[in-house]
């Protein structure tokens, strides 16, 4: 598949199978994630796999659509609003990278932003300067959901003279 076709089909995955994935497998997932656009190279991503005995716990109306891995991807605050903006927009394309890095090998994500919750945050050890910008159920899909339509693009451009 080509790069824009693997990108238009990407989906976020509600349903998924019971088969495991290979921790290898995730990480070599993670180090394409890696080559992610962060500015000054400050990195601000950082993992954290979350276990059986706390996920039991977390706050969450479902169960990640019974995904069998589960991880939080935290982005550290810069020295600056700015900064910190910016580290939020480079960890952004760092997940974007690691869902399309899963996808092409059959295998999707299900993106929950259960960081605001205050219970979940200090469950999962997230230091105060860093935002969670989301927890991750990885898995290979049972369901894949129908495209959901997005606003035709040439009502998003402007053209400045
Ligand atoms: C910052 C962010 C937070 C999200 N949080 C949730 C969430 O809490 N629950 C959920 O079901 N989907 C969540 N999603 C996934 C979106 O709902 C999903 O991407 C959108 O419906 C479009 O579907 P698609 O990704 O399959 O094209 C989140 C996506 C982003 C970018």
Redesign the pocket.
């Known amino acids: 598949m080509n790069m824009i076709d693997l990108i238009k089909s ?3 995955i ?1 349903k998924f199978k019971t088969d495991l994935v290979d921790q290898n497998i995730i990480q070599k997932w993670l180090e394409a994630a890696s080559m992610a656009p962060n500015h000054r190279m400050t990195e601000p991503w950082e993992i954290t796999f979350i276990g059986p005995e706390t996920r039991k716990k977390l706050n969450h109306k479902t169960d990640f659509g019974n995904a069998p891995v589960l991880m939080a991807v935290l982005s550290r605050h810069g020295a600056t609003q700015v900064e910190t903006e910016e580290n939020a927009a480079a960890t ?1 394309c760092f997940i974007q990278n690691f869902n399309l890095a899963a996808w092409s090998e059959g295998a999707g994500t ?5 960081g605001i919750n205050g219970k979940n945050r200090e469950l999962l050890e997230v230091p105060e300067n860093y935002d969670l ?2 927890v991750f159920g990885i898995g290979y899909p049972e369901v894949v ?1 129908e ?2 339509p997005r606003t035709a693009i040439e009502q998003k451009i402007k053209y400045l003279p």
């Open positions: 990407r989906r976020n509600k952004a299900f993106w929950s932003s259960i910008l989301g959901p495209e959901k």
